[in-house]
């Protein structure tokens, strides 16, 4: 073995990945902390918020719900027998084709020149990005880990991942010394990258400042984190590239490559799994033996092992045997599916899988033309007396305390869950947006409880208003002496509608939502605006196409017994998107060009690039003997729109959160300052108060006593007892004062560090 090795510091990475990071957070207005330790802190800072951040980016471009291997191209059948058989995660992406010009669906996107041109601007202004503060090792590091992931996922390629169980005698010196255990995972990386191996290589050795021979041989190659020193095993097999952690990764793929040892594609257990989930054009494949991983955990903790196993019993661990995941194209449609074997056990930690099935007749409150509709099948008593007899089942003190905290949360809601809400509150729960009610995607949305009784669906409703108008925080306002937030209550078409009305003091404090509630005989209704109560109110009076008429045109789905569904309609929401995406567009490019990053909203594509591959996006879950069924379609245009809407309020108004606290603060300053007449009588500054500490809300103060609660009764005895009690008091305290100003002190320090940079981005004045 033949090895040329060069170190380099891990915390260089991690300044690249900040600075990538930085790039994508801009457009969710978080800026960014790294503190030792290469702990990462996120706080809001006086940019506009916008709903898109860094984990949609990552679910969009590199999820299984995203662009990984898509449009799907070749697919190397040995990446399969690459990984031993006794992987415990696998995952597998196929090379990523180049779609087809007027072809359906992702093939004619991805084809469409406008998003070409979007996809070659995009590379070159990550070419051209502005590092200033930069030093030689992050701009090395910033120029190849972009052309490095590029050329992995351009080909095909896997990623697997075992565990090596060390001896029981091992096992337990491990326990002892308390030593870590990630010297025992075996991970590879397996790229069949073609002619491109070569380039591949080089590209790693700039990256690790290591000299890689493009021959044939293993090669290691180590470099330093802040506590530890990794080594990399890498090796170039033929036109594929092979790199290893763990002692003997690499050598043992090489044997299953060559047939000397069996791969994943002989296990009986994984290709019945996969016939299941399986699409036509296989863009990704995803595997985790769950079974196996319990079992090695268990091995590996030694004789703590053996005392975990009756608890693994108890929460109903047993019954999860694996998931894998399929991800592919048919029809042009991105399509998921994802099974998770159970064995049909519906107990322990599998308790929501349980519930009754959805049927037709219990959507028939929601009119045919929503574009946003969402379903489940929730049985609250079920639910609550499965969770207890799950915690029951480790220990009676655990059972004991979960009793306590329902107590306390019935004493806190004035009511009783035996006979006031479990035979109340039905099985099906609903979401639903309707243009004809003046909805745009989710504008008008409105959230539906089942009521199975209605007589006792008054008094738990009129119960539910009264805990809403106790939880709201109001003041008086100084001018027209009335409350800026209460609860009013109109009547409606015979019925009530409740809603929380705010009266602002100056522009800047108004809410945005009026958020309002109603009470019908068949369910509970909430939504943002009475408006939308309204119209549903006046739509339920009059005979009108209903959901389930059109429901089997709109999802189709596998075999099974329906638990939860969504759909999205593709076309309104991509509509929607392109209307609005000049201007969202924009809001973000600015903030990345001030940052150093040259991409600019003529880059963004047209709606006649877009719209003609616009497809509804839709999710089911259904249960089947042998375990769980999810199947999604097109989950990007979904991932798109909520992130996008979900910053609205950011688009036409910058630094918004930072507006209304200032204006919240002065209007404190000026009530307490007692300036009086303006005849130049100005109170001294020492006489001015400090605004006064507004009360908690009441589901605030709620959730920290309960918490502590539900946390002992879901943790047997024997580990609450190595768990300071100190830790559970703590949880029900308020952050004190002192923690509030450390969390301003940081929010400014940022803000100044962010200031700092956009001043040495400025051009120079001229003189």
Not at 374 to 388: E, F, I, K, M, P
Request: aromatic share 6%; hydrophobic share 40%.
């Amino acid at each position: 073995m033949k090895a040329k090795v060069k170190t380099s510091s891990v915390s260089r990475l991690e300044s690249l990945l900040r600075w990538r990071y930085d790039l994508a957070r801009l457009s969710a207005g978080e800026q960014c902390r790294e503190s030792l330790g290469g702990r990462m802190e996120f706080a809001m800072v006086a940019t506009p918020t916008f709903g898109l951040g860094f984990i949609e980016l990552l679910l969009i471009l590199l999820g299984g719900s995203g662009w990984l291997g898509m449009p799907p191209g070749e697919r190397d059948a040995a990446l399969l027998k690459a990984a031993p058989q006794q992987t415990l995660f696998y995952l597998e992406w196929a090379g990523r084709g180049a779609g087809q010009p007027g072809g359906a669906g992702i093939d004619g996107l991805t084809a469409d020149p406008e998003v070409v041109a979007f996809f070659v601007a995009l590379d070159q202004a990550l070419a051209k990005a502005e590092t200033p503060d930069a030093d030689e090792d992050q701009l090395r590091l910033r120029e190849n880990l972009p052309q490095l992931a590029k050329l992995l996922t351009a080909h095909p390629g896997s990623l697997s991942i075992g565990f090596e169980t060390p001896p029981p005698e091992q096992a337990l010196l491990n326990v002892l010394k308390r030593q870590p255990l990630t010297g025992q995972f075996r991970i590879g990386l397996v790229s069949s990258a073609g002619r491109d191996a070569a380039v591949l290589l080089e590209t790693l050795g700039r990256l690790l400042e290591a000299e890689l021979e493009p021959q044939p041989q293993l090669q290691e190659v180590s470099f330093k984190t802040t506590s530890d020193t990794i080594k990399l095993t890498v090796h170039r097999e033929a036109d594929r590239v092979l790199i290893g952690f763990g002692e003997g990764t690499v050598t043992k793929i090489l044997a299953c490559l060559k047939g000397d040892a069996p791969g994943l594609d002989q296990s009986p257990r994984f290709q019945a799994a996969w016939k299941r989930v399986a699409p036509t054009r296989v863009a990704t494949v995803g595997w985790f033996d769950l079974k196996g991983a319990i079992e090695t955990a268990t091995r590996a903790a030694g004789p703590a092992g053996v005392l975990f196993q009756p608890m693994l019993r108890g929460f109903g661990a047993d019954a999860l045997e694996s998931l894998v995941t399929g991800t592919g194209v048919e029809n042009g449609n991105v399509v998921q599916r994802t099974f998770l074997a159970t064995g049909g056990r519906t107990d322990g930690l599998l308790l929501l899988a349980g519930g009754p099935t959805i049927r037709s007749e219990q959507l028939k409150h929601i009119p045919a033309d929503c574009d946003l509709v969402a379903a489940g099948s929730l049985n609250l008593a079920q639910t609550v007396r499965g969770a207890r007899e799950l915690v029951g089942r480790t220990t009676p003190a655990s059972a004991a305390m979960f009793d306590e905290a329902i107590k306390q949360l019935e004493s806190e809601l004035g009511l009783n869950l035996e006979r006031d809400i479990y035979p109340v509150v039905g099985d099906t729960w609903t979401a639903f947006d309707s243009p004809s009610a003046g909805g745009l995607i989710a504008t008008s949305l409105i959230v539906a409880v089942e009521v199975r009784d209605a007589k006792r669906a008054e008094v738990l409703f009129e119960r539910l208003m009264k805990l809403v108008e106790q939880s709201l925080v109001t003041e008086i306002d100084p001018d027209f002496e009335r409350k800026t937030v209460e609860l009013k209550r109109q009547s409606f078409l015979g019925h009530s509608i409740c809603y929380v009305n705010t009266a602002g003091w100056e522009l800047g404090s108004e809410a945005a939502t009026t958020p309002s509630f109603s009470l019908t005989r068949e369910h509970i209704l909430f939504a943002l605006h009475p408006q939308a109560l309204k119209a549903h109110l006046r739509q339920q009076s009059a005979p009108r196409p209903t959901f389930d008429s059109v429901l089997p045109k709109k999802l189709t789905r596998p075999e099974g017994e329906l638990l939860a569904f969504g759909t999205l309609d593709g076309e309104r929401a991509i509509q929607t998107l392109c209307a609005i995406a000049p201007f969202y567009g924009q809001s973000v490019l600015s903030h990345l060009q001030s940052n150093g990053f040259p991409l600019d909203a003529f880059a963004i594509p047209s709606a006649a690039a877009l719209l003609p591959y616009a497809s509804d996006s839709t999710f089911v879950v259904v249960r089947q003997p042998e375990g769980l069924m999810l199947e999604t379609k097109n989950p990007h245009t979904a991932i798109l729109t909520a992130a996008v809407l979900g910053s609205a309020k950011a688009w036409f108004l910058p630094n918004y959160d930072e507006y209304l606290e200032v204006r919240r603060q002065r209007n404190h300053s000026q009530l307490n300052a007692g300036l009086g007449d303006a005849e130049g009588k100005v109170v001294p500054a020492a006489a001015i108060e400090p605004a006064p500490k507004k009360p908690e809300p009441a589901a605030a103060v709620i959730a920290r006593k309960l918490a502590p609660l539900f946390i002992k009764a879901m943790i047997p005895d024997g580990i609450q007892q190595a768990i300071p009690e100190d830790v559970f008091k703590r949880l029900e305290q308020p952050p004190s004062p002192e923690a509030v100003r450390q969390r301003e002190e940081r929010r400014q320090q940022t803000e100044e560090r962010r200031q700092k940079r956009l001043e040495r981005r400025q051009p120079p004045a001229v003189k």
